[in-house]
C-alpha cells in the first residue's frame, strides 16, 4: 500500500535499510492501486518538507510521501516537495483535513498525491 505511512506492507533490506512502497504506476505507466518494494532514504524528509533525488533510492521522502515538484500554477508555490500518497479511490489511508488527492497524472483512477491550498 502506497499510501501507507509505515512503508506500505515492506519490509526492511537485507542490508536493514528500510523500505517504503513506490507506486507501479511510476515505472510501468500502469495506473494500478498497486506498488513494488524500494530502499528509503536514511535519514528520509517529512511530507511537506522540500526534497530531492537521490542515486541510491527513490526519492529522499518518508514513507507514504512522493517528491514532487510543484510548479507556481499550481497555487502559487514552487519547488520539490514531499507530498503523502493517496489512492484516488478512496481506498488507503486518507488526505489530511484541508488537503485532496489529486491525480499525478492526466486520467488516472489510482495514483495521487494529497494537495491543499498551501502545498503539500
Known sequence: DFTNLDGGGCMPSVDGVPE???PDALFTGVDNPNGA???AAVPAAAIG???GSDPVVVDSC???ALCLALNNASGGFGGQFC???CNLDGSGTQCPS???CEALFQAQKYVGACIGS???
Request: include cysteine.
Open 20 to 22: 517504503k512502497c513506490i
Open 37 to 39: 518494494c524500494m530502499e
Open 49 to 51: 518538507q522540500t526534497c
Open 62 to 64: 518518508v514513507p507514504g
Open 83 to 85: 507530498c503523502q500518497s
Open 98 to 100: 484541508g488537503k485532496t
Open 118 to 120: 498551501s502545498g503539500c
